[in-house]
Structure formats: C-alpha cells, structure tokens
C-alpha cells in the first residue's frame, strides 16, 4: 500500500501571478480581476441539482446532425481524442461540453480552491461517510469535478505526477488488461510530454509535445534545510516520474511562464478552426441512444440552451466525461448493475458493474505545520511516499499563533471501494458518490502511520535548527493521549476527505462480472461505444489522475484508429 503526503496553504489566492497576463503594464485591472472571481467563489450557492442544466424551455427535439465519431467531454482524454481523431481529414467529429469557455482567471494554477466551489465546478458532495468527513456538515465532503472547456484540468491543482510503472504491470497481471504494461503505455506519455524539469530521466520522458510541465517560478526558501532534513531520512534527489520510488523532488506542474496548461489549451484551442471538428459547450448529455435490434450506440441526447437535442453517429460514441459523470451517462442509459436501474425503473440494456468499483484516495487534511518552507515534494515507497510544498501561497509572517502551511496525508492504494448510483431516473439529480473513505481497517491503520511518519520529521536535526513543528489539529470528540495511536485513529477521522482523484467506476478487466470496459476501452458487449477517462482505471494508483488519463486518451485514439482501418 502506498501512501502521499502533501503540505499545502489553506490562505487565500495570490492574485499577484499575473504578469504574463498583464503585459500591458495594467497590474491594478488584472488584480480587481481575479479578486472579483475569487470574491464571487466565496459567495456562490451550489445548486442541489443539475436544474440548470436540464431545464427545457421549447418543446420538442431538435436534429444537431450525423457526425462519424461523438466525443462526451472535453477533459484531459477527450481533448486528445478529439485533437488525434480530427487529424484524419475525412473524419467527423462532435465534442460535447456541459459546460461553458475558460477564462483568464483559470489561467491560474492558485485558483484551483475558488474555482472548486463555483460554478465551473459540478458541486457534487459524497454521500455520508462512516469512517471519514466526521468534520463536515451530515458527514459528507465535497467531491470536485471541472464543469468546464477543459475538464478538470482547467480547475485543478496542476500536478503532474503519472501513475507508477508498477500499478501498469497490475493493470495486466491481476485485472487481465493486455497491451497496458508500463512498456506499452509509455510511448503515449512521452507523446504529448513536452518535460522542462530536472532532475529527470531522459528515457521516460517526451520533449516535443503539447503538453508543458514543468517547475513553478517561485524563489526557493530555506532549500538546504530541507534537503539536509531528507537527507537524514534517507532519501535523495530523483524524478518523480521517473523509475525511483523513494526521493524527493520539486513539483512537476502543467504550467509555463505562469500560466496553467490545460487539456484545452494545449489540445483543442491549437485546432479549433479544424473544419472537421464542432465543439459544443454548454451541452448535458442526457443518455446515450441505441439501435433497437443491437447493442450499438447511434448517438446521444443532451440538452443546451434550453432544447433537447439529438446527434447520431456513424462510427463510435466514447464517454470521457469523467470519474463520475462517466459512469451516471450510462447509467441513465440503461447500461450498469440490472438490479439498480430496475428499482429506478430504467429498461436495462446491459447488466455490467457500473460504479461499483469506485475510489478515490482518502486525503487527512489535518496536519499543521509552523514555519514557511519551499514548493518541494517527497516521495518515497512505504511502498510510495508523496510530500510537496506550495510557497508560492505562504504568507512569509512569523509567529507562533501563525499556521501558515497544512499538510495532507493520503493513501495512495487505498483497499476500500466505494460506489456511485443513480438518485432516479431524472438527469436532474446528481449522482450518489460513496466513496467509501477508510471503509477498510487497513486503510485506517496504514493513515495513522503516516501520520506518525509526518510527526517524526519533528525529529531530524535540520528541523530543529529551524524551530519547524508539525502537529495535528485536534477536535473535541477524541479523548486520550494527543498523539497516540488510539488519539490518531479518532482524529483521523474528523479530518479526512476525498482526494478528488476518482477512478474505477468503469473499470477496465476482461470479466465483465467485474469490469465495465474491455482492454481496448469498448463497453462489454458493445461494439462501438467506448470510455475513456479516469473511470477506466481498475485500481486507484499512485499520483494524481491527469497525467494519466492524458495517455488514456492518446491510447483510446489508437485504439479508435486502428478499428477503424487509419493508423
């Protein structure tokens, strides 16, 4: 099992990044800009449900047009679907987007927290939890996804950090997946790499892509003490994306000259005038459709601007809507667990384990830490060890009534699964997402190592030197010894959530008792309708999700091509 340990500032944006964007020499207008925004996110109401979205204001169903290939989702996999397969001229291709254009202030990697709650964001929460979000109001955390032209890569954090080589040999050892071995795989993550970082492992990476990654401008602080604190623990200097599985390293981010790089501008916005690709915002797919005398899918509906409209497609439907709307789109489609869509009387079309895989990585928020440190990252395998720092949002004040930093602890190869269900029937409703946070005593007992790890670093000597202490939060409802195991394990629970890095609710295998996909993304049983996306995963693996399912999209274009005759 594999756990990640990651320090970040709970403060408010540093909405002074913005000189790439004000060239112009007008500091003060970009500054009310993103204040504006951020000032909007703290006062934005999430909506109970997707109403908005759905509302019919003309009767009827309007005909949107017959297109060869139907792309759901314009996050990290479906921007590169869309972008490989419009590269066959004679291809015709639909993007469908629910929501609306980026804008500059997503530009920014610092405003991932206010753009979590507001409305480029699905507001989705997890249904109540036993074991964790014991802090939250009815127990229940929020789960983020971008609604919005580039997915969730133009709302996240920015972190690029790829699954490891060996959650890949899983993919093929124990769920059956030929053709997935980190082998195999890696060529598609050095085709649309374009890695400014170092150290690096030249072998493992791609330099000529279109997606940047690299390191954050920030000035260095306090860097030795750090490296000599490391040190002490046994650890050394290393790619994180490459072979090494203990070292430490700054943060490799989807980023360039202060701006973030996203699925849409790296992917979409460089061949929007493709005459043979349309891209639809604002469009909820609703379900997928189907020939009455076979399991083919012959295009979807979904809902814009008030009209129910209907696409058809000649070749392929591909789902990459994301780890949770993935999964709801079939479902509303009559394809998933026969028992589940029969309680919500949806005909069924396929009884296939939709979203009765799902994980996400539990992530414990409650470790505090007192002094500023530098934007670096541990990662070490206890099995794999994660541990970053964003100074980029410190505040440089002292004081030991000041908390500038907290750190996150999270499971990287988590045992507990969870599920996502439908609420009904209506597309109105959002999607029930259980989690199943520390559902599992392992999981539980291996956060509260981890914890004991992060306490541990109190003492090495280069900490000391500087006065750094860590500690975690305490709430009233534990009793006992603070900081014993017993203490941990009732904190522990008060202060984690999800990760917001789901996966396996359309789990790849060759079973389909057990799988939702086969090795080459199709829907079991299904000839021309795929998933691609995050939901594929069978296993939550180490990192974080975009880097990922960038390559899922790249091998789903391969895959899409070489059925089709054109690779």
Known sequence: MKFNILAFLIHSINIFYVSSLAEDGNVSYWVEYFRSHVNAAAKYVI??????????????????GTFDFIVVGSGPAGSVIANRLTEIADWKVLLLEAGGSDADFNLLLSTYLPAAVSNISWGYNTTTQKNACLGMNN????????????????????????????????WVNVYGNEGWSFEEVLPYFKKFENVHYEPIDEGYHGFDGPLTIGFDVATPILTQTLLDAYGEKGYSHADSNGPAITGYSRVPLTYISNERVSASTAFLKPVWNRSNLKISLNSFVT????????????????????????????????????????????????????????????????????????????????????????????????????????????????????????????IFHPKSRGSIKLKSSNPIDKPLIDPNLLG?????????????????????????????????????ECKGQVLSREWILCTQAYWTGPGNHGTSANSMGKNPAASVVDPRLLV???????????????????????????????????????????L
């Open 287 to 410: 379900r997928v459709l189907f020939s009455d005398k076979s399991r083919t899918a012959t295009g979807v509906e979904f809902i814009k601007n008030g009209i129910k409209h209907v696409a058809k497609a000649r070749k392929e439907v591909i789902l990459s809507a994301g780890p949770f709307n993935s999964a709801q789109i079939l479902l509303l489609s009559g394809v998933g667990p026969q028992d589940h869509l029969e309680s919500l009387d949806i005909p069924v079309i396929a009884d296939l384990p939709v979203g009765q895989n799902f994980q996400d990585h539990a992530i414990l928020y409650g470790l505090s830490l007192r002094h500023v440190f530098n934007n670096i990252f541990l990662f070490h395998s206890f099995d794999n060890l994660f541990f970053q720092y964003a100074d980029k949002y410190v505040d440089n004040s002292s004081g030991d009534s000041a908390t500038d930093i907290q750190y996150a602890v999270s």
């Open 440 to 476: 599992e005593a392992e999981d539980r007992e291996f956060l509260a190592t981890a914890v004991e790890w992060v306490i541990s670093l109190n003492e090495t000597n280069a900490w000391k030197s500087i006065d750094a202490q860590v500690y975690m939060n305490e709430v009233p």
């Open 47 to 64: 909506p109970p449900d997707n109403a908005d979205l759905v509302e019919i204001t003309k009767p009827g169903i309007s005909d949107y």
């Open 524 to 566: 079991h049983g299904f000839g021309n309708l795929r998933v691609a996306d995050s939901s594929i995963i069978p296993e939550a693996p180490v990192g974080h999700m975009q880097a990922t399912a960038y390559m899922i999209g790249e091998r789903a274009a391969d895959f899409i091509k070489e059925t089709h005759g054109r």
């Open 139 to 170: 127990q229940q955390c929020a789960q983020h996804a971008g609604k919005i032209f580039g997915g969730g890569s133009t709302i996240n954090n920015g972190f690029y950090y790829r699954a490891h080589e060996s959650d890949f040999e899983r």
